[in-house]
């Protein structure tokens, strides 16, 4: 087990508040007695000074930091003289009136710094809450020595130190972000400005081996700068950057480009290009984030109306592939395979061609059209080598392991347990090679819904559980929610089908709330339908096993309407319910039908036996 604490103020509500294992522990305000003991063990408690320690209590409001810098004030100037513990009051029943806040606190002892000792401190507040000192000394311009007493000086104040653990680092730290926030706010906004300059190109030099990592930080400082060419080019390379690893911040910074680009005039193609590939990397990476169609809607316009202006067919090709997996999520899943189908009439480029296969085999499996799904995945792993870089690139992850991924699963569907387990297993063997949570977690999910199809218990809680840690590690919504359905199934093999309904029911709240993994709604709903039957709850069962129907129909999910159909019919069974409008034998013979239709022979299993050889292709079929 892991304890993690986490602090924030009493203000924030953070979204981890409602997870089972989350507890607050609410830090109030000191009371004044211990404010009183605080303030005795850096004063001392000489008489002169008791009249300053009982204002100091009552001004500091019970906050712990404010209390330790008004007495650091007071040293500043002068108004108390000795050492730390022992101090005297340098005019006895002193009674003037203490700052009001705690910034106030603070910049008053900024401003009886010797200047170069301030401009030290508002150079370090630009560059950050952390800072260099190469890059100190690079903006500065000020000699190593003379900087290094500055920064000594500063620390023996207590407004800076040493960066925390890295003692001889380089590195120094404001002692507190309150300190930062005042020393950058207490410069002239034309100052800012210059400052800023010189440290986005400061930190070129300093990083120059890892701009990658670091492009964020400098496009920050050159929009700050106001040099927003710099800083569009930064950003766009950070957003590349960090896109395998952490699509959300990869969004935000896409969408930061975006913005940033309002600020350019259009004068020239190349402009309009970043603009369309902004705006189709949102769209791109939104689904996993939760965004709807409706939202990534104005995206997805500007990015086909760029694409079409520029005369750009790779663009409008991959757009309306990525568009059609946005819409798949709320809308039907036939419509995102003829996205793709007609993406494909749109280019005879052999890279294309292949990338855009394994898109059709994602949007058949969302469909349910299993032979045509692994059919496209095949096709596209024998033309893998046709796969450029550049177009890999854009999307960001291994497009190969993506089709061998999806691949797996669509065997464990066809009954084909042997195959799927055997590529399951060499995706498994290198996933770290893979960072890409959306892709990695995969084949940890087809193993899932083999352990449910097999009923091996061991099987689904390892790999449910493989998938917790990665929904844990990349914090991706879409991750989290089949990570809360794979749980639920491990949890329901495990005999617990109270914890199985609870998560199945918090993975459908969250694809609902976050709109992530919503292509997966009528599925969960189906494995929900049939956990409350497993628990001897056939009217619960019955209920939504109906809504699972209603889902799956209105999104073509013919699998999810397979399955759910079978609960349906042996929900009716179980409760000796007739349906006049569903009846047990027309819902057995609409999933035999779909079996048939779809190729998933592993679902056979769940018909009577009579019924599942038909469905496995016997004479009827």
């Known amino acids: 087990g892991v304890l993690l604490v986490l602090t924030y103020r009493s203000t924030y509500q953070p979204p981890w508040a409602r997870g089972t294992n989350f507890a607050e522990i609410r830090l109030e305000e000191l009371r004044d007695e211990d404010v009183s003991a605080l303030i005795r063990d850096m004063i001392g408690d000489r008489s002169s000074t008791r009249a300053i320690r009982d204002r100091i209590v009552e001004r500091s409001g019970g906050n712990p930091f404010f209390a330790e810098e008004l007495t650091r004030s007071l040293v500043d100037s002068g108004e108390l003289d000795g050492r730390v513990g022992d ?81 001889g680092s380089d590195r120094f730290a404001f002692r507190h972000p309150l300190i930062q926030e005042v020393a950058y ?66 969004l935000k910074t896409w969408q930061k480009v975006r913005l940033l680009l309002q600020s350019l005039p259009r004068t020239d193609d190349e402009t309009d290009r970043l603009r369309m590939r902004a705006s189709a990397q949102i769209v ?38 990525v ?21 494909l009439d749109l280019t005879e480029d052999a890279s294309l061609k292949t990338l855009l296969q394994v898109f059709l085999c994602q949007a058949y499996g969302y469909a349910g059209r299993l032979r045509e799904a692994l059919e496209a995945g095949e096709t596209a792993l024998s033309r893998i080598a046709d796969l450029q870089h550049a177009h890999e690139a854009l999307m960001g992850f291994s497009v190969e392991r993506w089709a061998e991924s999806l691949c797996a699963r669509i065997l464990v569907r066809t009954g084909d347990f042997a195959a799927a387990t055997r590529s399951i297993e060499r995706l498994i063997a290198n996933e770290k090679e893979h960072p890409d949570p959306a892709v990695q977690f995969i084949p940890h999910l087809a193993d899932v819904e083999l352990g449910w199809l097999t009923r091996d218990e061991r099987l689904a809680d390892l790999h449910s559980r493989r998938i917790e840690e990665m929904a844990v590690a990349s914090g991706v919504p879409y991750v989290a929610v089949y990570a809360a359905a794979c749980r639920g199934l491990a949890l329901s093999l495990a005999g617990d089908h109270v914890a199985a309904i609870q998560k199945l029911e918090l993975a459908i709240g969250l694809a609902r709330e976050a709109y992530a993994g919503l292509e997966y709604e009528s599925e969960m709903l189906a494995f929900l339908a049939e956990v409350h039957l497993r628990s001897n709850s056939p009217a619960a069962a019955l209920k939504v096993a109906k809504e699972a129907i209603a889902v799956a129909v209105a999104r073509h999910a013919r699998l999810a309407e397979c399955r759910a159909n079978m609960i349906m019919a042996r929900a009716l069974e179980a409760a000796g319910i ?44």
């Open 284 to 321: 791109s990476l939104g689904w996993r984030e939760g965004m709807g169609a409706e939202e990534v809607k104005p995206f997805a316009t500007e990015a086909m109306d760029l694409a079409l202006a520029l005369k750009d067919t790779l663009h409008q090709v991959l757009f309306l592939a």
């Open 323 to 343: 568009y059609g997996r946005v819409v798949a999520c709320t809308g039907s899943a036939d419509d995102y395979v003829k996205q793709v189908l007609q993406a």
């Open 185 to 250: 706010a207490m410069q002239l906004r034309g100052r800012r400005i210059e400052l800023h300059a010189a440290v986005a190109r400061a930190l070129e030099r300093f990083h120059h081996n890892q701009l990658g990592e670091y492009s964020d930080l400098i496009a920050y400082h050159f929009e700050a700068a106001r040099d927003f060419a710099a800083a569009i080019r930064y950003a766009e390379r950070a957003a590349s950057w960090i896109g395998n690893t952490n699509s959300r911040l990869a």
């Open 87 to 167: 101090y005297e009051a340098a005019q006895p029943d002193q009674t003037g009136t203490l700052p009001a806040t705690i910034q106030s606190v603070i910049g008053a002892r900024i401003d009886r710094l010797r200047p170069p000792d301030k401009e030290v401190l508002q150079v370090g507040a630009t560059i950050g809450r952390e800072f260099p000192f190469s890059v100190l000394a690079d903006v500065t311009r000020a000699p190593p020595a003379d900087l290094r007493d500055a920064l000594g000086r500063l620390a023996q104040l207590e407004l800076v130190q040493e960066a925390a653990g890295e003692a």
């Open 578 to 621: 007739h349906d006049p409008v569903r009846r047990t034998e027309e819902l057995f013979t609409r999933a035999r039908a779909l079996v048939v239709e779809t190729g998933a022979v592993a679902y056979a299993a769940l018909l009577p036996p009579e019924k599942a050889c038909v469905a496995c292709g016997g004479p009827e079929a």
